[in-house]
């Protein structure tokens, strides 16, 4: 069955906008959250792709370093962002985190040589602009655990960056399904590493909470993301790109709804700049 790539996009974005407020109604540490989200994702596409499991036993050992790098990475996006959305906005947080695109452009241009325009240059500091707007304010009237949850909302970005640029690579080789089975493990085997050194139960778990990690995974992670991949079949990855932030559109009209939380007027002004950089950026990169 043909799903129209527009209609599936919007899926993927509510669906998306999702995580945010599974994370707040859970009472568990932001590690096991985190952690059992990708257990959880891992699994589901282990059994979406054990047909082509036998791929992986093909890859080189530069390839395994590099599928090694790429989920701890992820590990470290997910616990960061996860953290984020406890100290700061729901808005905040997935702005800053989805600034992604800037920091993949800055990394392929630093570690790659890819070349970058001077329009890209533009859309890049212009988002910075909106990413300072946003924690500065928290910064001047002193509302350090916001501005805490902002770092993290940004260390976050940084994390899914390396995980998207060593990707590159490893995604030529390995389908979809292997590819995120490997790497979503590897992130959940780092999260609950972290969450034992950090001396979180990882066991004591209600239905409750288990009900939540689960719906993590199927909703953002299972229906979410694969709504984007679907699309990329049919549409522009430039499009796609764009469509996916609407995520912090989303997921701010639901923290209204659920939670009552109303952005600032300045992470509203911040996340509209940072957003319009991040479209300039991937508009420039996808005319190459």
């Not at 790098?69 to 953290?83: D, E, K, M, P, Q």
């Not at 212009?126 to 770092?151: E, K, P, R, T, Y």
């Not at 790497?183 to 239905?207: E, H, P, Q, R």
């Amino acid at each position: 069955m043909n799903v129209n790539p527009k209609f599936a996009i919007l899926i993927g974005i509510v669906a998306i906008s999702t995580a945010s407020i599974f994370v707040r109604l859970s009472s568990s540490s932001p590690l096991v959250i985190a952690a059992y989200r990708m257990l959880f994702a891992s699994i589901l596409m282990g059994l979406l792709g054990v047909n082509n499991l036998g791929n992986i036993k093909n890859l080189s050992r530069r390839e395994v370093i590099i599928l090694l790098v790429s989920g701890i990475a992820l590990g470290g996006h997910f616990g960061t962002w996860t953290a984020s959305l406890f100290f700061t906005s729901i808005a905040a947080s997935t702005v800053l985190t989805d600034s992604s695109p800037i920091f993949v452009t800055i990394i392929s241009w630093l570690l790659l040589k890819e070349k970058t325009r001077l329009k890209e240059f533009f859309g890049i500091i212009l988002s910075l602009i909106g990413v300072m707007l946003i924690a500065g304010s928290d910064v001047s009237i002193g509302a350090m655990n916001n501005f805490h949850g902002d770092l993290l909302a940004l260390l976050s970005a940084v994390f899914i960056s390396i995980y998207l640029v060593a990707g590159r690579r490893l995604r030529r080789i390995l389908d979809l399904a292997s590819y995120t089975f490997i790497v979503y493990g590897i992130a959940s085997l780092t999260l609950f590493v972290a969450a034992l050194l950090m001396s979180n139960n990882v066991m004591a778990l209600s239905i409750h909470e288990l009900l939540i990690f689960i719906a993590l995974a199927l909703i953002p992670s299972g229906l979410g993301h694969n709504s984007y991949n679907y699309a990329l079949k049919y549409l522009k990855a430039s499009i796609v790109s764009v469509a996916t932030l609407g995520e912090p559109v989303g997921a701010s009209i639901l923290a209204l709804l659920i939670f009552k939380e109303i952005p600032s007027i300045t992470t509203i002004i911040g996340g509209v700049i940072v957003i319009l950089g991040i479209i300039i950026t991937i508009m420039y990169k996808e005319g190459e």
